[in-house]
């Protein structure tokens, strides 16, 4: 029994249904709550001097501040985010449950908090939700969206190219940058480090069986039936020669084909 089943039995009566509802519900509200009063972010945000003097709140508060921005009005981008995590936490509970699911979530927004705290940033929310994506991914990699509500995409290759960037991200950007990729994907290389792996493994076992099944079925093929015991040639290095087996129980090209006396 791994680690996640005992934590199950024993703590699992307190997770929380639905849990992904609850942040997508949070979120929406705050959206509303800051058209009326944006001077209500300041009490949201993960300030590091602000929880040192005891507004301990922040440490969850920062993921219910509205994902909004780019070029789409605000109101449809908060829509396409409250319907993402509603998509995504069904999903995902559906193929967890909802204890595995808060544990993931958890971990996640510890790696986040601790990132932000270390490096006195901004936390990277949006992480969070890249961590959920990748999640998904594992399980319906073969489900298709609608990107932007228009592009067909299957949600494998939508992870592999998030991945990509965050990959590229880590090479070209600062080390304060690369450590909050890593402690904020910490969730996912938890719950996927070793299947990940496994998978590695097995693959590259796998093309080295084929490797060397290809190397062994190409040496059968080169083998030769008939070979010139003077000059070395073969029906496949010469394929318009003709080979005899002289009196001496070798085999010879026509060339070399020894003379009866």
Not at 61 to 66: V, W
């Amino acid at each position: 029994m791994s680690l996640l089943d005992r934590l199950e039995n024993k703590f699992g009566h307190w997770a929380i249904p639905g849990l992904l509802r609850y942040v997508a519900a949070l979120n929406a509200l705050c959206y509303v709550l800051l058209k009326f009063n944006p001077h209500f972010l300041n009490a949201l945000v993960l300030d590091r001097t602000a929880l040192l003097q005891g507004e301990v709140w922040r440490l969850v508060s920062y993921i219910f501040i509205p994902q909004v921005g780019g070029f789409f009005p605000d109101w449809f981008t908060m829509a396409f985010y409250v319907l993402y995590l509603l998509w995504v936490g069904d999903g995902l509970e559906q193929a967890w449950g909802a204890f595995r699911l808060n544990i993931y979530y958890l971990l996640g927004m510890i790696g986040t908090t601790a990132a932000a705290l270390i490096s006195n940033g901004d936390p990277a929310g949006f992480m969070l939700n890249t961590t959920l994506l990748l999640a998904f991914a594992r399980f319906y990699p073969d489900t298709t969206i609608l990107l932007m509500f228009v592009l067909p995409v299957k949600v494998k290759w939508l992870a592999w190219f998030t991945g990509a960037l965050l990959i590229w991200g880590l090479f070209v950007s600062s080390w304060a940058n690369r450590f909050a990729t890593f402690a904020a994907l910490l969730n996912f290389f938890i719950f996927f480090g070793r299947e990940l792996i496994h998978q590695a493994r097995t693959h590259r076992e796998t093309g080295q069986r084929r490797a060397r099944f290809e190397r062994d079925q190409r040496s059968a093929t080169d083998e030769s039936l008939h070979k010139c015991h003077i000059c070395g040639r073969t029906e496949h290095s010469a394929p318009e020669l003709e080979f005899r087996v002289a009196a001496d129980g070798e085999e010879y090209c026509a060339e070399h084909l020894p003379q009866r006396g």
